[in-house]
């Protein structure tokens, strides 16, 4: 695959650059820098979501009907590359990734119009109810139940492990509508207008770096529109299954492992080895960056086959599930080497030196902030969005016919 840049390409990047150092301001890229976590500080996240927004450009990957840009796979690309390197904050994407699409694929006209333009203007936050205690990777034994009264359904059960509930205005959610033959069979699709509508009670959960990005969710007779079902009654498992590729394989991947990695060479360079010289000229983790490298180089490969289907307006199917795993395995071998290149400067808990206009002395360089805070939160990547190893078992199916 040739990947080199065209003179058109090598002008839409002066442009994204441009725009970059006009736009992006000094404490969105102090969001950015100090992501300890999936996401940058989700509020920071939203406001430059608003920003892009303004400009068309908060939704690379949608067609241009319903207010995305209309890019080319090396455009997104160009785009997501030149975002990372410049420190924006990564923008919490559960509606342009996740419910945008299956709206597009599944929604009725009334429903592309009531949610799709607020999803692109960064105006409406949704949150994902899948999982539930009991109900992960066998995400079809779920029992959140929904039983229809007059034009509502009623909701009662709980969600778990729900990313960002406390900053979501609206939720996209999987109920049980029926308890008839196969569990896949009784499932439905639904969307919650507001967090705080009656009976839904969101309670923290604090990740092992000490952060708060995921939640657990109560539903005690909450009431939804019927209206707001999106595909028919007992099909939702079809609407979730769609979502799941996007999840899984809609996003660029490697732009901000390239950027981790330069990260760490630069600390190498500057840090001293345990013998003498510098880190960077010790044999065995110079030749772990350089693994490293290779890793990414050959997800780079299979993101663009990717991000080329989705810009032809096809969906990823399974080759999203090996983006995944490699994706996913990657970043923890970066977050590894992070670690490792600060030694002790890792260490340190200073979760207050993460918050936006922190000016207080730290014990650590700014790179040190985050290292343990991403290798701990990290650990996670291999058990969301499906774990690796369902993954697999996804590609011995779908991809090899085991
Ligand atoms: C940080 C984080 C954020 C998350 N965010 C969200 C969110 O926003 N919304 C949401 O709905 N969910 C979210 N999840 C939930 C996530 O999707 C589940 O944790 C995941 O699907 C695994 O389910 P489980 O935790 O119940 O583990 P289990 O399903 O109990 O799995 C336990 C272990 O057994 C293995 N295993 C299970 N079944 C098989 C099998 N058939 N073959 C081989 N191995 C198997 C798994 O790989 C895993 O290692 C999040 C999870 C985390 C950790």
Request: charged share 25%.
């Amino acid at each position: 695959m040739d990947l080199s840049l065209s003179p058109q390409d090598l002008a839409f990047r002066d442009e994204v650059r441009d725009f970059l150092d006009h736009n992006l301001s000094e404490d969105l890229r102090e969001a950015g820098r100090k992501t300890g976590g999936v996401f940058a500080d989700i509020a920071a996240g939203v406001r430059w979501h608003k920003v892009l927004a303004k400009r068309g450009w908060s939704a690379p990957s949608w067609p241009k009907e319903h207010g995305g840009t209309g890019w080319s796979a090396t455009e997104r690309y160009i785009f997501a590359r030149e975002c990372t390197m410049a420190d924006a904050p990564r923008i919490f994407s559960m509606g342009l990734r996740m419910v945008g699409p299956v709206i597009m694929r599944y929604g009725t006209p009334e429903q592309k119009a009531k949610y799709l333009p607020s999803i692109v203007a960064g105006d409406s936050v949704f949150c994902q109810g899948y999982s539930e205690p009991g109900s992960g990777s066998d995400l079809a034994s779920l029992r959140t139940r929904a039983v229809r009264d007059g034009d509502d359904y009623v909701i009662d059960g709980t969600k778990i492990w729900t990313t960002g509930a406390h900053v979501a205005d609206r939720m996209f959610c999987l109920v049980r509508t029926s308890t008839e033959g196969k569990p896949q069979d009784g499932i439905s699709f639904v969307l919650i207008d507001s967090m705080t509508t009656p009976g839904l009670t969101v309670k923290p959960i604090l990740t092992l770096a000490g952060d708060h990005e995921v939640n657990q969710v109560f539903f005690d007779n909450v009431r939804t529109p019927v209206a707001n079902r999106i595909g028919p009654e007992n099909a939702g498992w079809s609407v979730a299954k769609y979502l799941l590729e996007f999840e899984r394989g809609g996003d660029a991947y490697t732009p901000n492992l390239h950027a981790r990695l330069e990260d760490i060479r630069r600390i190498a360079r500057e840090e001293a080895a345990d013998g003498s010289g510098r880190l960077i000229e010790e044999r065995s983790f110079a030749e772990r960056l350089a693994e490293a490298e290779m890793d990414i180089q050959a997800l780079e490969m299979i993101e663009m086959q990717v991000l080329s289907d989705l810009s032809k307006g096809r969906n990823p199917g399974a080759v999203s599930s090996s983006m995944k795993i490699r994706g996913s395995e990657t970043l923890q071998k970066i977050d590894h080497l992070g670690v490792e290149a600060l030694g002790w400067y890792a260490a340190p808990f200073e979760p207050e030196a993460r918050l936006i206009g922190h000016n207080e002395p730290t014990v650590t360089p700014e790179a040190g902030l985050t290292a343990m805070p991403l290798y701990l939160n990290n650990r996670a990547s291999t058990i969301y969005a499906g774990s690796n190893e369902i993954q697999r078992n996804i590609i011995a199916k779908a991809m090899l016919g085991l």
